[in-house]
Protein backbone atom coordinates (compact mmCIF):
# COMPACT_ATOMS: atom_id res chain seq x y z
CA UNK A 1 0.00 0.00 0.00
CA UNK A 2 1.79 3.38 -1.11
CA UNK A 3 0.97 6.35 1.35
CA UNK A 4 1.11 9.72 0.49
CA UNK A 5 1.77 12.95 2.62
CA UNK A 6 0.52 16.03 1.72
CA UNK A 7 1.35 19.16 3.17
CA UNK A 8 -0.45 22.43 1.91
CA UNK A 9 1.39 25.45 2.63
CA UNK A 10 0.54 28.44 0.23
CA UNK A 11 2.04 31.74 1.00
CA UNK A 12 -0.46 33.97 1.14
CA UNK A 13 -1.59 33.69 4.90
CA UNK A 14 -3.92 36.75 5.81
CA UNK A 15 -4.71 36.56 9.61
CA UNK A 16 -0.96 36.18 10.57
CA UNK A 17 0.93 36.63 7.29
CA UNK A 18 3.77 33.69 6.41
CA UNK A 19 2.44 32.32 8.98
CA UNK A 20 3.24 29.07 7.51
CA UNK A 21 7.03 29.83 8.04
CA UNK A 22 7.08 31.78 10.94
CA UNK A 23 9.83 30.82 13.55
CA UNK A 24 7.91 28.03 16.21
CA UNK A 25 10.66 26.85 18.24
CA UNK A 26 13.71 27.82 16.39
CA UNK A 27 12.17 26.98 13.18
CA UNK A 28 9.58 27.00 10.77
CA UNK A 29 6.27 25.85 12.13
CA UNK A 30 6.08 23.73 8.45
CA UNK A 31 9.13 22.04 9.69
CA UNK A 32 7.23 20.46 12.63
CA UNK A 33 4.89 18.98 10.26
CA UNK A 34 7.26 17.34 7.85
CA UNK A 35 9.39 16.19 10.60
CA UNK A 36 6.92 14.34 12.64
CA UNK A 37 5.78 12.97 8.74
CA UNK A 38 9.27 11.79 7.91
CA UNK A 39 9.93 10.19 11.95
CA UNK A 40 6.69 8.36 11.57
CA UNK A 41 8.09 6.02 8.89
CA UNK A 42 4.49 5.76 7.60
CA UNK A 43 4.98 7.43 4.25
CA UNK A 44 6.56 6.73 0.78
CA UNK A 45 6.43 9.95 0.15
CA UNK A 46 6.13 13.89 1.93
CA UNK A 47 5.83 16.36 -0.20
CA UNK A 48 4.76 19.85 0.37
CA UNK A 49 1.68 21.99 -2.16
CA UNK A 50 3.11 25.33 -2.52
CA UNK A 51 2.84 28.22 -5.12
CA UNK A 52 5.84 30.06 -2.98
CA UNK A 53 9.71 29.62 -3.69
CA UNK A 54 10.65 30.53 -0.02
CA UNK A 55 8.10 28.23 1.24
CA UNK A 56 9.62 25.18 -1.12
CA UNK A 57 12.95 26.36 -0.22
CA UNK A 58 12.54 25.48 3.12
CA UNK A 59 10.48 22.49 2.59
CA UNK A 60 13.11 20.68 1.11
CA UNK A 61 15.93 21.90 3.84
CA UNK A 62 13.80 20.28 5.87
CA UNK A 63 13.51 16.75 3.66
CA UNK A 64 9.79 17.18 1.95
CA UNK A 65 9.75 16.73 -1.49
CA UNK A 66 8.24 20.04 -4.04
CA UNK A 67 8.21 18.25 -7.06
CA UNK A 68 4.77 20.32 -8.50
CA UNK A 69 4.15 23.74 -7.99
CA UNK A 70 0.94 24.65 -6.69
CA UNK A 71 -1.30 26.50 -9.65
CA UNK A 72 -2.84 29.62 -9.03
CA UNK A 73 -6.15 29.09 -9.22
CA UNK A 74 -5.49 26.70 -6.17
CA UNK A 75 -3.50 29.16 -4.59
CA UNK A 76 -6.05 32.13 -3.88
CA UNK A 77 -8.08 32.97 -1.00
CA UNK A 78 -11.32 30.68 -2.53
CA UNK A 79 -9.20 27.23 -3.18
CA UNK A 80 -10.49 24.51 -0.71
CA UNK A 81 -8.07 22.01 0.68
CA UNK A 82 -9.80 19.07 -1.60
CA UNK A 83 -8.80 21.12 -4.44
CA UNK A 84 -5.58 21.06 -3.52
CA UNK A 85 -5.13 17.35 -2.90
CA UNK A 86 -6.93 16.81 -6.15
CA UNK A 87 -4.77 18.82 -7.68
CA UNK A 88 -1.60 16.90 -5.94
CA UNK A 89 -3.16 13.13 -6.78
CA UNK A 90 -3.64 14.33 -10.17
CA UNK A 91 0.14 15.57 -11.07
CA UNK A 92 1.11 12.36 -9.48
CA UNK A 93 -0.68 10.38 -11.87
CA UNK A 94 0.76 12.43 -14.72
CA UNK A 95 4.02 10.74 -14.00
CA UNK A 96 2.72 7.33 -13.78
CA UNK A 97 2.54 7.86 -9.68
CA UNK A 98 -0.27 6.40 -8.31
CA UNK A 99 -0.87 6.12 -3.70
CA UNK A 100 -3.95 4.05 -1.62
CA UNK A 101 -3.70 6.29 0.74
CA UNK A 102 -2.67 10.12 1.59
CA UNK A 103 -2.36 11.89 4.86
CA UNK A 104 -3.21 15.88 4.80
CA UNK A 105 -1.27 17.06 7.27
CA UNK A 106 -1.41 20.75 7.89
CA UNK A 107 1.41 23.15 7.99
CA UNK A 108 0.44 25.38 10.91
CA UNK A 109 -0.07 21.62 13.16
CA UNK A 110 2.78 21.40 15.54
CA UNK A 111 0.96 19.65 18.33
CA UNK A 112 0.75 16.80 15.74
CA UNK A 113 2.11 13.16 17.58
CA UNK A 114 3.41 10.54 15.57
CA UNK A 115 1.13 7.86 17.95
CA UNK A 116 -1.95 9.76 16.78
CA UNK A 117 -0.83 9.86 13.11
CA UNK A 118 -0.55 5.64 13.22
CA UNK A 119 -3.88 5.54 14.99
CA UNK A 120 -5.14 7.10 12.47
CA UNK A 121 -4.19 5.44 9.70
CA UNK A 122 -4.85 2.02 11.61
CA UNK A 123 -8.70 3.27 12.27
CA UNK A 124 -9.00 3.60 8.70
CA UNK A 125 -7.75 0.59 7.32
CA UNK A 126 -9.23 -2.02 10.25
CA UNK A 127 -12.75 0.04 9.75
CA UNK A 128 -12.44 0.40 6.34
CA UNK A 129 -13.40 4.09 6.27
CA UNK A 130 -12.96 6.75 2.97
CA UNK A 131 -11.40 9.07 5.69
CA UNK A 132 -10.24 9.47 9.52
CA UNK A 133 -9.23 12.58 11.43
CA UNK A 134 -8.87 14.08 15.35
CA UNK A 135 -11.81 15.66 17.14
CA UNK A 136 -11.87 17.02 20.72
CA UNK A 137 -15.25 18.06 22.51
CA UNK A 138 -16.58 21.63 22.66
CA UNK A 139 -15.60 22.99 25.62
CA UNK A 140 -18.82 24.51 26.90
CA UNK A 141 -21.99 22.12 26.08
CA UNK A 142 -23.24 23.92 22.43
CA UNK A 143 -27.08 23.04 23.88
CA UNK A 144 -26.75 25.67 26.06
CA UNK A 145 -26.07 27.89 22.81
CA UNK A 146 -27.20 31.81 22.94
CA UNK A 147 -27.90 34.05 20.42
CA UNK A 148 -27.53 37.60 20.45
CA UNK A 149 -29.54 40.56 18.62
CA UNK A 150 -27.94 44.02 17.77
CA UNK A 151 -30.32 45.56 20.89
CA UNK A 152 -27.99 43.05 22.68
CA UNK A 153 -31.17 40.85 23.93
CA UNK A 154 -30.03 37.28 24.21
CA UNK A 155 -32.03 34.08 23.70
CA UNK A 156 -30.91 30.16 23.58
CA UNK A 157 -30.72 28.23 20.68
CA UNK A 158 -32.40 25.56 22.09
CA UNK A 159 -34.59 26.49 24.97
CA UNK A 160 -35.93 23.17 25.87
CA UNK A 161 -32.60 22.24 27.14
CA UNK A 162 -32.55 25.61 29.82
CA UNK A 163 -33.41 23.34 33.10
CA UNK A 164 -31.01 20.23 32.01
CA UNK A 165 -27.87 19.59 33.92
CA UNK A 166 -24.91 20.50 31.66
CA UNK A 167 -23.64 16.33 32.86
CA UNK A 168 -26.74 15.47 31.16
CA UNK A 169 -25.87 17.22 27.45
CA UNK A 170 -24.60 14.78 25.04
CA UNK A 171 -20.99 15.58 24.44
CA UNK A 172 -20.14 16.90 20.73
CA UNK A 173 -17.16 16.77 18.89
CA UNK A 174 -15.43 19.29 16.32
CA UNK A 175 -12.84 18.74 13.65
CA UNK A 176 -9.28 19.10 15.50
CA UNK A 177 -7.70 20.86 11.94
CA UNK A 178 -4.57 18.82 12.02
CA UNK A 179 -4.25 16.11 9.57
CA UNK A 180 -6.74 13.92 7.55
CA UNK A 181 -6.36 10.22 6.76
CA UNK A 182 -8.11 9.52 3.49
CA UNK A 183 -8.42 6.50 0.69
CA UNK A 184 -7.69 8.12 -2.24
CA UNK A 185 -10.37 5.98 -4.13
CA UNK A 186 -12.84 7.20 -1.82
CA UNK A 187 -12.54 10.53 -1.52
CA UNK A 188 -14.54 12.45 -3.87
CA UNK A 189 -16.12 16.03 -2.98
CA UNK A 190 -15.21 16.36 0.56
CA UNK A 191 -12.46 14.53 3.32
CA UNK A 192 -15.76 14.05 5.91
CA UNK A 193 -17.99 11.64 4.19
CA UNK A 194 -20.57 9.30 5.50
CA UNK A 195 -18.04 6.66 6.08
CA UNK A 196 -15.70 8.21 8.29
CA UNK A 197 -14.34 7.72 11.34
CA UNK A 198 -12.07 9.61 14.20
CA UNK A 199 -9.72 9.54 16.78
CA UNK A 200 -10.48 11.92 20.26
CA UNK A 201 -7.61 14.06 21.13
CA UNK A 202 -7.69 16.02 24.54
CA UNK A 203 -7.85 20.10 24.25
CA UNK A 204 -3.98 20.55 25.33
CA UNK A 205 -3.25 18.53 21.67
CA UNK A 206 -4.98 20.11 19.85
CA UNK A 207 -4.45 24.23 18.99
CA UNK A 208 -5.70 26.02 15.86
CA UNK A 209 -3.67 28.97 15.14
CA UNK A 210 -5.44 31.85 13.46
CA UNK A 211 -4.36 35.05 15.82
CA UNK A 212 -1.51 36.14 17.70
CA UNK A 213 -3.46 35.21 20.70
CA UNK A 214 -3.95 31.73 19.48
CA UNK A 215 -0.25 30.84 18.73
CA UNK A 216 1.10 32.34 22.24
CA UNK A 217 -1.39 29.64 23.48
CA UNK A 218 -0.18 26.96 20.67
CA UNK A 219 3.64 27.85 22.17
CA UNK A 220 2.09 27.02 25.89
CA UNK A 221 0.70 23.94 24.96
CA UNK A 222 3.84 22.90 23.25
CA UNK A 223 5.87 23.59 26.02
CA UNK A 224 3.50 21.74 28.27
CA UNK A 225 3.35 19.07 25.95
CA UNK A 226 6.85 18.65 25.82
CA UNK A 227 7.14 18.74 30.15
CA UNK A 228 4.79 15.90 30.41
CA UNK A 229 6.06 13.35 28.00
CA UNK A 230 9.50 13.56 29.39
Do not use: F, H, P
Given at each position: MKKLAIIPARGGSKRIPRKNIKSFFGKPIIAH???IALSSELFDEV???TEDDEIAEIAIKYG???PFRRSGKNANDYATTIDVIFEVLH???TINRDFDYACCIYPAAPLIKQKHLKE???ILISNDFDSTFPAIAFGYPIWRGLTIDDNHKVKMVWPNYLNTRSQDLETVYHDAG???WFNTKMITDSLF????GTLVLSENEVQDIDTLSDWNLTELKYKLNKYTNE
Open positions: SIEMVSAKVSYRGLDQWYTSNS
